[in-house]
Each structure stands twice: as C-alpha cells, then as structure tokens.
C-alpha cells in the first residue's frame, strides 16, 4: 500500500549524517563491503542505486565510523560528512551564548553577548615605564583589560623574543598599579604554569593554534583563554582547536578572529568579518575582533576596530605603544594617542546602536 | 674628500623605482649587459657591489623599462619595481578624492567622499511586478539608486541567464515610476551601446573585470560604470581594470568590493573591508561595498553590510527580493522586509557618526 | 517487524543527492515547508530527525530542485548536494578518455590518452621572422602544434596587445612554412569567426575562462577549443566552463592547466598539477600543462614541464622565443634553444615510461 | 665635468638593500627624521626626489635597520626590502648544495643532490606487526628510509594520537629487522630527548613548522631533521625556520614540501612543486616531496610523487600500510603493494635520467 510506505519512509532514517558516494563502476561486491563494515561497528547503511552511481548513507555513532576508513574501501569514491565534527563548543547543545569572565576575584571583566570589550596595550612589554605608560593609554581610551606580550613567537630568530619572566612581573605591576587585568600569550607548554600564575588570561597565538598539546595545557590551567584563529585556519578547524581545550575542562574559551593568509599582498592578511557573525552562530563562545595583527599597518586599524564592532564582534583588541617608533615589534600597526581617543570614540557609539553596553560597566566582584 | 663625496652622493638620483637584483655568481659581463641594455633606452644605471651580490638602481622613464625583458637578462636574479603602475585612478597625481554622479539629468545622485549611498535593488529582473515591488522595498528603506540585473553571468550553463533587452525594458519602466536611477550590468562589448541607452551606471561583474574588451568598451560609452572586484583580484590589478577605463576618457568610475576567493569554506567569498581604507588611499575613486554576494547567505549580509558602512565605504549595495523564495538567482542572500528595516537604521545612524550625510541629500539637477 | 522494516528501509530510495540540514530551533512547521516545496516540483522528501536536528534528503530530478532556493526557505540552515553540476564533459556516461585532432584535413594532430603532444611557440606573434624563426625552434625540438598570440589580454593598458589580423596572417604563413597547426587566442566573442577562420585551434585564455558569451561563440565555432584554467578557478568551475562550450555543440575541447593564485609570492601562480589526475578521473576530456605562464620564470620552466609530463599530462605548451630579451610579452618565461634541448629529451624519454606515443608519430589525414 | 660624476655616481653605493618611498605629502622634515634616524644607527641615507615622491635608500648593516621601526615614521608610505633575511642556509655564502647523512654509525644513507632518497612507511604506528610488515613492504619496493609516527598531532581531539614511547620502541626494533634508519615526527619540545634517543631523523611537522621553541629544541638534538613545509607558509618562511634550527648548531635538515591551502578544495592541500626548483635556487639544503598528505587520496599519490621525481626533488616520502582500510590514521592516501610497485618503478627509472643514482648504492659508514 503506497499511502503506508511512504508513511513508513518519510520515518526512514537513512537520511544519514555520513553519505558515501560510490564510483561509477562500483559492484555490488563494493556494495556490500562497505555495507558490512558498517553493519560491523553497529551501524546501519541504506543502499540507493541511481542511474550512473550509488549512494550509501550511514545511521548511527558518528564517532565510530571515523575508524572505519571508508573511503580507503574498493569502488568509494568520496564521503560526506553532513555535522558538525565538534561539541563541547557547538552550539547545537548549548544554545545560549556564553560570557567569559576575565580578572581577579573582586575585579572580573566579562566578554559575551551583551557586552562590548575593548582590551588594549603593547604587542610587547619592553621596560616598566612603556608598560605603564601605556596601559595608562589603554584606560584612558576606555580599554577594561590589558593585553601585553612577555613571549613572544618571531618568525625571524634574529628579531626581540619577549622578556619572558620579567614581562609577566612587570605586566602584574601593572595590573596593581591601573587594576586592569593581564591578557598574555604563551607559546610553550612547559610555559603554561609560569603564566597561569602570573596572568588573568592566556593568549593562544595564531602561530600555535594548532600546538595541540599547548591547547591541552591551557586546558588544565585554571584561567580563561583567549584563542587566536590560526592564520590559515577554517572556521570549522578554529573550533576545533577550542574543543581540545574545552574537553580538558576549560569552558572559558574566547576566540579572537585576526585575519587569515590570502592572495592579497596590500595587508598582512585579510581580516575575515564574515567570521564573526558565522562563529556565533554556530558556537557558544564569545568572540572578538584584532585589527592590528590582520593590517599591519596603522593607517588601517581605527577603520577596521570600527568594522569589528559593527559587525557585532563582542570586543576588540588593539596594539598600542606610548612611542611606536622606537618600540621592539610591530611598531608600524600599533596606535597613538590621537588613533586611540577616534577609537574609543566609536567604542561609545556603536555598541548601544547594537544594544550592548560597555563591559566596564559590568565588572563584578564574582 | 669624503665629505663632499657624500654631499655629493645624497643628492644622487640612483635611489631608482626600479631595482635589478643580480645572481650571487654574476659577472661583470652580465652587469655591463645590463647597464648598456638600459643605457640604450635613455636611462641611467647605478651598480652597487655588495659583498655576496650586486644591486643595480634604474633611473629615468619607468616605461621605456617595461620593454626591456630585464628579467630575462642573463645573471639577473629579481627585479623590483616601487612605484604605482596606474596613473589616471591614482592619488598621486589627483590628491583629492572624486564624486562620481549617477543618475538622469535633473536627478543626479552623488558617490563619493561627503555622502553614504545605499543601492539596492533585486539581484535579477525577473517580471515587471517584482522589479517594482524590489524597488519600492529599497526605496521605503531609503535606497537612492536601484540595482537589477537583466544580463546575467552565471558558472552553469543550466542556469538562469537573466531577461535582457526586456529586463532593460522592465528597469526602464521601474525608473519611471520610483525616480530611482539604475545600476545594471553589461557582460559583453557587444551589448554596451544597448545597455549604456537604457540604463544610468553600467555594472562590471566580477567574472568580468579583467576582461579588458569590455572595459574599453564601458569606458567610451559616456555613463559611470561599477567595477566590482575580480573575485581573485588585487587591489592593484582591480586599479589597473579600472585604469582600462579612465584611458578610454571615462574617470567616472566607482569601486565595489565583493569578496575575494580564500580557503574559507564557510561564505561564498571573503569580504575583504580592508580594501576600502587601502583603496582611498591610493586613488580617488570612491569605492562601495556589496555584502550579498561575498556571503552568499542572507543572515551575514545585515552585519556585514553594517560592517562596510564603519569601515567608511562611500556606500553599500545589497540583493532585495519581495520573495527570496522564487527568486531565480541568488535567492539566499537577498533581504526581506525586516532584514531591509534593520538594515535601513544602520544606514541612517552610522555614517553620520563619520561625517557622512545621505546621498539623498545631496541630489543635483545636473 | 523488524525485519521486514530492514528490508524495505534498505531499499528506501532516500539516500538522496540533496540533502537538507534544518537549524537546531527549525520548527515542525519549517520542516512541512520544505517537503511541500519538494513535493511541488515532483521530489520526494525524506525526513530524519535526529536528537539536536533535522536532516532532510530529496529524490527526484535535482535540476528541478536548482530552482527552489531552499536555502532561503526558514529553518534551512545549509543544503548539500553530492553530484557533479557537469554532464556533457563528464566520465559518468562518457567513461573512456577522449582524443581531440588538432590540424588542417591531412594533417591532423591528436591530443588524448595514448600520446603526448608538445606544443611551444612564441608567446605573442611580434614579426614574420620571429614568429618562423620561434617555429622552426619549436619543430626542432619535437613540438607538434605550435602556439602564437595575436590578441594579447594584458592587465596593464599600456602593454602591447597584439597584432590582431596581422598577426594572425603571420601565423598562417608559419603554418605554410612548418607545416605546424596554429594554437592561437581569442579574447573577444566578436573576434571568433575571424580567428577561427585562420586557426587550428582556439585557445580561451586564463582571464577569460568565465566569460560566458565567449566560450558560448567558440561553442559554435566549429574548431577545437583549448580551455586554460582560471587563475582562481576550482577544477568543477573549469569543467563547468567546458560544459558550456559542449553545450553548444563542441566537444573538442582541451583543458589547460597553468596555475592558480596562492598566497605564495615566489612564483607568479602556483601550478596545481594534481588537477591533471583529478581531471581525468573526472572528466573525459583531456588535459595539458602550462609550464610557462605559472612559473613566470624561465629557470623554473623545464623543471615543471618534466613534472608535467611525469604527472600524466596528455601533453604540455611553452613560451619559447629566438631572443627573449627582446619578447614583447613575458620574455622573462620564454625558453631558447638550449633550454628547449633539455627539455625535448625529456619529451622522448619520460612518456614512454607511462605508455606513451609521441602525438607525430600518430598524425592522420581525416 | 660630466665624465666624472658619471663615475663617481657608478660607484655611488645607493642602491640600497633597503628603500624607504615617502608618502606624496612627505615634508622635508619627515624626510630629515628618517635620515637623522638612520645615521643613528651608523647606516647612510640617499635621498631622491621625484616628480611626485620621494624615494630613500639606506645602506649599511640592514639587521640594525629592523629596530628603527621605519615605516611608524611620519611621511614613510612603505619600506622595500631587497636581500634574503636568511643566512645559514642561504646559498649566497654555502653556493654548494648539501647532502645530509641520516642513520646510525655504520649506516649512514644520504639525501643531497647527486642521489635520490625513497622514504615509506606508515603515517601512524599502530603495532608491532604492522609496522613490520610496513617496512618490508617499504624495503622491498627500494625505500633506504622508514617513516612512521608515534606522536601525531591530530585536527580533532577525539582522533587518535599515537602510541608514544611504545612507538618509539617498535620503531627500533623494526629497525633492528630491516636495517632501516627511522624518521619520526616530534610533536612537544619536551619530548625531544626522548625522541632523538630512538630516532635516526627528527621530523617537524605542518602544523609546527612555526612552533619556534620545538625549532630550537631540534636544533640542539644532535639529529638530522625532516622539516615539512606549513601549510600556509611561504618557501621565505619556510627557510626562516630552517634558520631557527641552523642557528642552534644544526645544519642537517632537509625540507619537505607537502602542499600549501588553496581554494580548491579537490585535495587536501596543493601540492607546490615549483618550491622544489625554488628552493634549490635559494637554499643549500636538500628537498624532498610527500605527495600523500598534500592529495589525502591514494589515486593521486603515484602521479604527484612521479612528479616530484621528475621536478627534480633529492628524494619522496609516502605513507604505506599493508591494510588502509584498518589504518588508525590517514589510511585513504596510504599506498598498497601494487601502487608501490607502480612507485618503485618510476623511481629507478627516471632519476637516472636526471643524472641521480639511488640513496640505497651511497650508504656510507661514516
């Protein structure tokens, strides 16, 4: 009866989360194979035979077909995946978007969806006084946390590596001195302790998003993360990378879109907005925008903060230096004081157009 | 006397625009065959002798070098050039910024610096009905000019290839009844009289904008073009494209970016928002941003396109259509209603925060 | 009963070719709008509810699903279609590789699976002598087309352009003379009867590949087509733009690989040699190497062409130019005589080893 | 006397390795400050005016240069420089290519240019029995090499990732059966030791080739080192990280490329064999090809590793497994007996006509 079968097929559950295409001269010895194999690990497979090809979908533990090597198979010619291929920090499980809190106890910045952050200071922290000097800049601008770098990754051995130890106790006198708390990147794992102890934030660099066992360890370390997109990362592999650390644990997991390796030589690399609407829309996870590192050029950050903000992102961060001509790195995209108050300027106006209201607004003592 | 030896030296014009970078193993041979090569065009040719290699400095008509083959000269490693190879599109010679005026006389709408223009308009002319129902979706939202296509490119050959001559007839129609002027664009010389007849900007593509035929074409038929980004474009051969144009007498000539092609899977293309404060600075052309066909999905074309307004483009331009869900092309990106009215506040509000006035405002009888 | 349930779902036609994923928070009422929408063009739709979301896989005719922008429908959040757009030019109902015959009646040359076919000659036609005297070089070392630019596309303006007619009389008289057929270009829809009328085989160059009306003009004009790649064009999109030229009834078409634009700086494009095996597990058509045109830099030009041949290319073309230095167009690519020595052994020596004729050895009359 | 000055100006030691353009609106005083700024560090600055801009070239020691954060200056528009930031592994000052000797005291096999090096095995270490069976299957197709993994760093964290120690020990006894030196990757500096304890060549992998403490950290282990190409890295910085390793003592590496990210998503990443030649031409180092992780596909690895053959690379590496289909990794590009034998072909036949014998007839005891 047709009225019962298509009944019984508008149930049918091999509209599948894995498809596998077979190549046009598959036989049905192929066919079965795979359907075997599948059957193998406790899945089901539903053969439809077309005109020139066969389609295969798969129904059940995703996971357990990762080690089925399907495609290695005789006659498969490709395999669909239609899922996402992360969770802790999907969306599809936890729908509302998340805030992460950043700071000491008594002084806990958030970043998330109803909020605007904007997080400035040094790309890296040379001596005390141009520490301060500029966090000072930062505060005044608006800025509610502090970025500074102690580590830092150079893709030339003979350029300034970072002060290391010295950076973190200088950013930590810093942070008494203006009460902002410390972003920071870390770029070893054997560093990861050091750091956690010293900073409110641990900063992953675009250079080490994929440093899988540098994820695992800021998985463990207690603080909030702020992850960097690997400059040649997908969306989809960006999220994974905060998978790795969310399943040690570590929810608090900000990512920072940073710009992305093209074609184009007129800009480091091409800041990639698209990606801000899309991560939210797919991810929990706050996210935030870095104009500097994607430019390289100053004449260019004010423009695209801008953009970052009125794309929705949930913060900025920016490089900003007291004296950009004598600084150690990236001297040329780091801001002034006369960039930095037209900055903080669209900082007040923007977000409320977007009905956010200024982090520094909502520090809270928990 | 060494110092009048460097008094001398520092007025010396060998600090060249261009640069010939000789092979570590050279000869002398080699080097004399350069400098006489360049020497027999009316240039000058400065040699340093480095210790590991030699570096020649060209001075004199940078053309007459283009002819030279320098490359291909034996024992020359690179040759580096530093200047711009446009000239008519360029600041250089032309520090102000252009207005560009569209439109019918007696109604001409300003793109350029002072003002924010907001095209709109369905992404192809399908039936009067829709046309004029597009329309007055972009007009209610305070569009000043309306884009439709009647000539459309599309990667199949299965696809719907737009109305032509009837689709100008339709937009005519539109134009009459809304005041509208219209952007539409033209993929073959052959039809650029026609389409210049009908329509008040002629739309490049990006499939088309390194197709110097039509460029030459657009720029002797006596109406302002639209030449959208090469979806693989660089900023300088897009300047160059547009160069094509201003030679052939045509210096009203606005910039669209529209993404560029990357590794991302997630969007169609990349919008590149980079572009826009690097192509103000570069040349006078004003330059506007299309968020719909980088995305290619409806829900990023609202922040993007909000994103375009911050980064200080001169305008945005965005796919309308009463019924995305029979629209014959590119239905998923095109606007509705509420996206049009969310969209339409950003229009108004940000760009007066830089110091843009509508361009509705700013219309001139001739 | 279990069983019998089995039964009739592994027979369930709907393992389909389109395959909807709906939003997390997609409705039952968004999923009833899909499977009405299907329903109205004929499909079958196949629903399958899983914990976090909804798949949705289609039967039925996939053109007729093209038309419905389900994308655009509410709750949709991405469609996946696993099939090949092309259809003409594809393996799936033409699976042996197919041979393409390059010449003049009594003389025709073959491009296909069981030859390798060089071709070379001078990148533009400049004079008589250089265009026989690039020819004679080409013959000497076993080229069996030769190739010559008469219409030039060139990203600057200010370049030369070409000879146009004369050029293309030029070509003729060389054929003459050599008795090589002529590979040559046409940039402009308006040019082809005139090309076609003097040419063995019409070549659409890399900016060109998506100018739709072009391919569509050489579609019909009755010579074999040579289809280089786009710079930034995927191997489905290149294919896509053959199926165009089939579409208008010429299956004579030969694909050209000749690099795609990277981030890499060190060469002018990045020649993607995978595309050569890719393209003939896909497509019957056969496919050649450009050496020349992706590296940009003549050292680099014997190296690829080996690597070409090796890759199984169905044959390659170079630049080749009795005195480069003094080329119009690309000299810095062009090979001399010692250059083309090398890589003619590597002509005889290498395709044997794959099973290989030389295309001279197999030239018919009809 | 115009004679003279001609000299004196031929001598003039402005052409400079570095060029600074002024911004059109540059004031004399920008231009002093750049000047006064350069002689600070004991470099000289030439200055030339043109018609629109002025151009500056520096001469003196270019790494004092970097600090003086050229382009924060006001008026400084760009900052040109012309030389290789690379020195210990450039062929400016080591013209001679190297050959690196990899294997225990006794049996040392070499990688350099006058051999070809053939390197199989599996991708990941999985058993005792497979690793075996691996190597013999390597061994008998002419492999003088065994890859195989025991830390491997994987996109998701539900994949798996190596075996480690226990890896490393089946590794040496495997190579205690077949006499085949080991090359395995190293994932996390602080297993360094460890690893170069067991391994005869430490390999870098992809995703760490900027992870600059593991560069260092192999560069103090006292082992020859494989170091693969980032996926997104140019050939420049790819040398750099070379340099990272050189400058801690170690001058025995040996480059890998494994294809770059595209756009095209037909393969994994794409295979960039004209970096074979370019490196060549720039470095000292050998090159070596893995056409494996560039396709992800086994149809493709028998053509691109043919090619890499023929491009003229110092050796292949290609992953094996004598079950793909039960590989715990990769396992749809490992080669199977009868691609190996396919393989094993081509590489004694085509380096001979490229005037290299096979690594295996080379095998030295010191």
């Not at 966090?135 to 350029?159: Q, V």
């Not at 913060?315 to 108050?341: K, N, T």
Request: glycine share 10%.
């Amino acid at each position: 009866m047709a009225e019962t079968v298509t009944a019984s097929t508008r149930r049918c559950p091999s509209v599948a989360p894995v498809v596998i295409v077979m190549a046009p001269g598959a036989t049905d010895e192929d066919i079965a194979g795979v359907v075997s194999r599948v059957e193998g690990v406790g899945g089901e497979a539903f053969v439809s035979k077309g005109v020139t090809r066969t389609i295969i979908g798969l129904v059940g533990d995703i996971d357990s077909f990762h080690h089925l090597n399907l495609r290695t198979l005789p006659g498969v010619a490709d395999v669909h995946r239609i899922s996402d291929p992360y969770k802790l920090v999907s969306r599809q499980h936890h729908p509302e978007r998340s805030t992460v809190w950043v700071g000491p106890p008594g002084h806990r910045v958030p970043i998330g969806p109803e909020t605007f952050t904007f997080i400035a200071g040094p790309c890296a922290v040379e001596t005390a006084a141009q520490t301060l000097e500029s966090a000072h800049m930062a505060r005044a601008a608006g800025a509610t946390l502090l970025r500074g770098g102690a580590f830092k990754p150079r893709t030339s051995p003979y350029a300034f590596q970072g002060l290391g130890l010295q950076g973190l106790e200088i950013l930590v006198e810093t942070r008494e001195e203006t009460g902002l708390p410390i972003v920071t990147e870390v770029v070893d794992a054997r560093d990861v302790p050091l750091v956690a102890r010293h900073a409110d934030m641990l900063q992953i660099g675009t250079r080490n998003m994929a440093n899988f066992g540098l994820l695992q360890a800021v998985g463990e370390a207690g603080k909030p993360v702020l992850l960097k997109r690997g400059m040649t990362a997908t969306v989809e592999e960006w999220l994974m990378a905060a998978e790795y650390i969310a399943q040690r644990g570590n929810l608090d997991v900000v990512l920072c879109e940073r710009g992305i390796r093209t074609f184009e030589p007129a800009t480091r690399n091409t800041l990639d907005l698209s990606a801000v609407p899309i991560v939210q829309a797919t991810s929990h996870l706050p996210i935030i925008v870095d104009p500097s590192h994607a430019a390289g050029r100053k004449d260019l950050v004010v423009p695209l903060a801008r953009a970052g903000i009125a794309v929705g992102a949930d913060g900025v961060i920016v490089d900003v230096h007291p004296d950009p001509e004598s600084a150690l790195c990236d001297g040329p995209q780091a801001l002034v004081g006369s960039d930095l108050r037209e900055l903080a300027a669209s900082v007040r106006k923007i977000p409320p157009l977007l009905g956010r209201v200024d982090a520094g607004d909502r520090v809270r003592a928990t």
